[in-house]
């Protein structure tokens, strides 16, 4: 079983629809979480960051860690077709968030918003 | 700008030819990273590196080496290209550093085919 899951999809939406987007983990020392888009041929860019579990809004954006669970989430709220995208859940267990050892990554969700 | 630049964007080699991948960041940061990324597996670590001449081997390093004489360059040579090397290569840079949380920040790719 691999350290990080997420269904790679595609996952398809209209316009305006509220996108919810999952990872599920197996181990327990992760405590950093990060949610990174990508647009094709594109690196990696961050979007969401957030410590241990909890909610973090950042406008239309909103990422969930359930640590009981071993589950997070990313919410975006009234969808357009630029967020149109890969979404790649990422983690850490180390203090530095992933900086200093690096990430685990899932392998992404490909995200298509219709107009 | 600054920022981090990779080159060459794409590469074609054959099977058994070196292959030098080039890293190069503009904000000093202390902390790189090799990552490739293929379908069904996402984004996995190669090497990474914590400063000038300290390097560590990340989740699939074999086949790869590589160097860090200079804070703002991290070449990944590939010393006998192989088929299975076949991806996209992603560098990365971090600012971690004492006690410092600092997110990964991307290049944008070189994608590299071995015939």
């Known amino acids: 079983q691999k350290e990080v899951e997420q269904d790679p999809g595609p996952l398809s939406v209209p316009e305006g629809a509220i996108v919810s987007l999952n990872c599920t983990y197996s181990?327990?020392?992760?405590?950093?979480f990060m949610w990174y888009r990508q647009y094709s041929r594109k690196g990696p860019e961050l979007l969401m960051y957030?410590?241990?579990?909890g909610n973090k809004e950042d406008g239309r954006f909103t990422a969930q860690v359930d640590k009981s669970s071993k589950y997070i989430s990313l919410f975006i709220r009234d969808s357009q077709p630029s967020d149109s995208a890969t979404y790649l859940c990422?983690?850490?267990?180390?203090?530095?968030?992933?900086?200093?050892?690096?990430?685990?990554f899932g392998k992404g969700t490909h995200l298509i918003i219709q107009p | 700008d600054a920022g981090i630049t990779q080159s060459p964007r794409y590469k074609i080699t054959e099977t058994g030819r070196q292959v030098t991948l080039m890293c190069h960041q503009t904000?000093?940061?202390?902390?790189m990273f090799w990552y490739r990324q293929d379908l069904g597996h996402g984004l996995r670590l190669i090497y990474y590196?914590?400063?000038?001449?300290?390097?560590d081997k990340g989740e699939v390093p074999d086949g790869y080496v590589v160097s860090r004489s200079k804070t703002e360059n991290f070449p990944l040579t590939l010393e006998s290209a192989t088929r299975s090397q076949t991806s996209v290569y992603f560098c990365?840079?971090?600012?971690?550093?004492?006690?410092?949380?600092?997110?990964?920040?991307f290049g944008n790719g070189t994608r590299l085919t071995v015939t």
């Open positions: 904000w000093s940061h202390s902390y």
């Open positions: 990422a983690m850490s267990a180390g203090d530095s968030g992933g900086g200093a050892d690096g990430l685990t």
């Open positions: 957030t410590y241990s579990s």
């Open positions: 181990n327990s020392a992760f405590q950093y």
């Open positions: 990365a840079s971090s600012g971690a550093g004492q006690g410092l949380i600092s997110p990964l920040h």
């Open positions: 590196s914590a400063a000038a001449d300290i390097t």
